[in-house]
């Protein structure tokens, strides 16, 4: 006669294996998919920041600029910065003395993109010479 070990696992002990089995892919996926949206916005913000060198760089070349603000909405544009969703894509940009030196004026190139409940930027600041600038 078989001994109560020898008979195998019992139906309790195989529930209790396969809610651990799916608490733990349960957790693994969702590890996985977290990962894969912390890259994509890496790679947008990266995209991000290289369009707004590049604009930059386009500005130093024409300084010094008028002072002021103004907004441009990209995601109506038929060319929006590569590798950034076009949904909300909106480029400011402020011009203003600064405060240390009048021959310098402080430039801010902002792009946010995005949905409302998912709104994300990046933010490039630098000095250029301005009207009385070197």
Do not use: C, N
């Amino acid at each position: 006669m078989k001994s109560l070990r020898d008979r195998g696992f019992s139906l309790v002990e195989l529930l209790v294996a396969l809610a651990l089995l799916a608490l733990v892919l349960g957790v693994v996926v969702s590890l996985f998919h977290r990962e894969g949206r912390v890259r994509t916005r890496i790679r947008e913000r990266a995209a991000a920041v290289a369009y707004l060198e590049a604009r930059m760089e386009k500005l130093l070349a024409v300084a010094p600029l008028a002072e002021g603000s103004s907004r441009y909405d990209l995601s109506a544009r038929e060319v929006a910065p590569p590798g950034i969703p076009r949904e909300g894509a909106t480029l400011s940009m402020e011009v203003e003395p600064w405060k240390d030196d009048e021959r310098l004026q402080l430039v801010r190139l902002q792009l946010a993109w995005g949905s409302v409940g998912e709104r994300r930027s990046a933010r490039l600041e630098t000095l250029m010479p301005g009207e009385g600038g070197p």
